[in-house]
């Protein structure tokens, strides 16, 4: 299976990882799915890490890289169709982070990995980490 994984589940794995249920730790770990993380969740990172609002180990640009090649996740950079795919998403999610990903995860037939419940409002494969 190919994943795009959410930032919250991103920073779970990395800093609070026992928030992360051992099912969806065995989706990330297993070597029958791809994993992904999105330019979108570095941005997201790196302006809540800028404003003080998020703490890390190191800065964004040591800690988002270094943690992607020790769990062996590609990166997904940000394309003008999938920011322009976000104008015929229903507005049912006001974050423009999120609605970026859930663009991306259509656009690139990923299922998304999410602990957000606003995600099963869309259409778009999903994971849900919270039952899962």
Do not use: C
Request: net charge positive; proline share 5%; aromatic share 10%.
């Amino acid at each position: 299976m190919r994943i795009l994984i959410d930032t919250q589940i991103f920073l779970w794995l990395f800093g609070q990882s026992n928030r992360i249920s051992s099912n969806v730790r065995n989706l990330l770990t297993s070597p029958n799915n791809t994993i992904y993380f999105s330019a979108v969740s570095s941005w997201e990172i790196a302006i809540k890490y800028g404003n003080g609002k998020l703490k890390l180990p190191d800065s964004p640009e040591i800690f988002i890289p270094n943690r992607l090649k020790r769990a062996n996740f590609f990166w997904l950079e940000i394309t003008h169709e999938h920011t322009l795919a976000v104008a015929h998403l229903p507005l049912i999610h006001k974050d423009p982070f999120d609605r970026l990903l859930i663009a991306q995860a259509n656009i690139e037939n990923l299922t998304l990995l999410s602990t957000d419940g606003v995600f099963s409002s869309y259409s778009v494969k999903l994971i849900d980490a919270n039952k899962h």
